[in-house]
């Protein structure tokens, strides 16, 4: 049933352009960046599926969350999350890739992304970042503020989605963006760094991500689909600096933490190491720490 939606889709989506190649001026769907974004991809069907998700990523999104993620099969999570997925980053490792000054073409990450497809990070230094609305709030009754928080990142995906979205995005300066990341992370939303087969087949966003609305949590923690890698860190904690408050157990966004009368437990096969409780910790008792066993960090200051 999924595959005939697709399928149908898709034919839309092919007559759709075939009549506005005459017209897009006129209707505003194909703009300048729109054949250079198709022709980077490849003119295939994964083309066309990341014109419809750039194009109406709200739209594209709420029929993901709220009509079909409920009725996702276990075999196809798995199919899914290989093909759309993120991998959770520090605050200092998201900062790293908007400050970046060197071009980094790396690809085969599958020892920091362990899926088989999108496995490319491409920047060009400094990168172009544009700040867009997130998705997963607009889909939500009540989301949580602001909304205009997710990063797409590097060309040819700013332009496309700053000409075809050009009322719920804007282009960030290297400053701008950095201030958007430090905002969020003290907000307690975590960063994560998205790859997607639809957006050129490699890495294209990075999202800052709440657990009320986050599609991708919601998909792992209630759904079983592994949308999400570790960071390849994960907390921990110094028991004589905590004071039972439970901030940190009420912040993380994965549930990996609870308490008791007398201490804060971790799961660790839950905790993703995002450090959201380390920022939201008031007597600074819960650090990150490296587990090789929790997969490589993704630090473009050490793939440069």
């Not at 006129?26 to 991809?41: F, I, K, N, Q």
């Not at 797409?152 to 990341?181: C, K, M, Y």
Request: glycine share 8%; hydrophobic share 40%.
């Amino acid at each position: 049933m999924l595959i005939t939606i697709i399928l149908l889709v898709v034919g839309v989506v092919l007559v759709l352009l075939a009549g506005l190649w005459l017209f897009g001026e006129r209707w505003r769907l194909l703009r300048p960046s729109t054949l250079r974004t198709l022709r980077e991809s490849g003119f295939g069907v994964n083309a066309l599926h990341g014109y419809v998700y750039g194009r109406w990523t709200n739209q594209y999104a709420g029929v993901l969350l709220n009509h079909l993620l409920p009725h996702i099969k276990p075999g196809f999570g798995k199919w899914f999350s290989d093909h759309y997925h993120g991998k959770v980053l520090t605050q200092e490792e998201a900062e790293a890739i908007i400050a970046n000054h060197k071009d980094i073409p790396r690809r085969d990450l599958e020892q920091i992304i362990p899926y088989p497809v999108a496995r490319d990070l491409v920047l060009q230094g400094p990168p172009d970042v544009a700040a867009y609305e997130c998705c997963c709030r607009h889909a939500r009754a009540t989301p949580c503020q602001p909304t205009q928080v997710c990063m797409v990142v590097g060309q040819p995906v700013v332009d496309f989605i700053l000409e075809h979205n050009p009322h719920s995005s804007r282009r960030l300066t290297q400053a701008e963006a950095l201030d958007l990341l430090r905002a969020e992370h003290e907000r307690g939303h975590l960063h994560s760094a998205w790859f997607k087969d639809a957006m050129l087949n490699r890495f294209y966003a990075i999202c800052n991500c709440c657990k009320c609305c986050c599609g991708g949590i919601e998909a792992m923690s209630r759904y079983g689909v592994p949308m999400m890698a570790s960071s390849g860190y994960v907390t921990a904690l110094e028991r004589e600096l905590c004071n039972l408050c439970g901030a940190c157990v009420d912040a993380c966004p994965f549930n990996a933490l609870s308490m008791d009368d007398s201490t804060v437990e971790r799961s660790w096969e839950l905790c993703m190491g995002c450090g959201v409780c380390v920022e939201k910790c008031p007597t600074q008792a819960m650090t990150l720490v490296r587990d090789e066993k929790k997969g490589i960090p993704l630090d473009v200051r050490l793939l440069a």
